[in-house]
């Protein structure tokens, strides 16, 4: 007969190593990781960013304008977001109908006030991005030619 408290100790042990085996791998892979990100981060922008030579072709010089960040992709996501907010709190808002009398105050607070503090936030937000958008156009049109 097997002794179970004995094969249960056996298994506990075996998945004990294996964890540490995991977290030890880990471990190694975040450090291999980290030089790997420097040396990399370090060649793109020397050689793509920094670099005097003009792209050539259409890919290359996306890339480019994405490295250097002429091309902003804030926008779109945050649209995104703001719509996923809204509908995510309109339709989050039918859960205090459940709660009664006080549920149906709480229901109608959150169908009116949700989006519109969402859309105040997302405002405030999207005036970073339109000062970031003015303050480029001036520094275009006032450059030395």
């Known amino acids: 007969m097997y ?23 880990i ?5 291999i990781a980290s030089i790997l ?17 003009l792209p050539k072709g259409k890919f290359a010089k996306w890339l ?4 250097e960040f002429k091309i902003m992709w804030i926008e779109p996501i945050l649209k ?5 907010a809204t509908i995510f ?9 459940a709660l009664g009398g006080t549920g149906v105050i709480m229901w109608l607070l959150t169908m009116i006030l949700g989006p519109i503090i969402i859309r105040v936030l997302y405002e405030a937000t ?20």
Not at 3 to 23: C, E
Not at 92 to 97: A, H
């Open 89 to 97: 709190v309109v339709l989050n808002s039918f859960s205090f109908l």
């Open 37 to 53: 990100s420097i040396v990399g981060g370090i060649l793109v922008y020397f050689l793509f960013v920094k670099g005097k030579t």
């Open 80 to 84: 995104v977001i703001y719509y996923i």
């Open 3 to 25: 002794n179970y408290d004995t094969l249960q100790l056996f298994n506990d042990l075996s998945s004990t190593g294996s964890s540490a085996n995991t977290a030890s791998g």
């Open 64 to 67: 480019k304008d994405f490295l």
């Open 126 to 145: 999207m005036m970073f991005i339109m000062i970031w958008r003015n303050t480029r156009d001036i520094a275009k049109n006032t450059e030395k030619k």
């Open 27 to 31: 471990g190694v892979w975040m450090i």
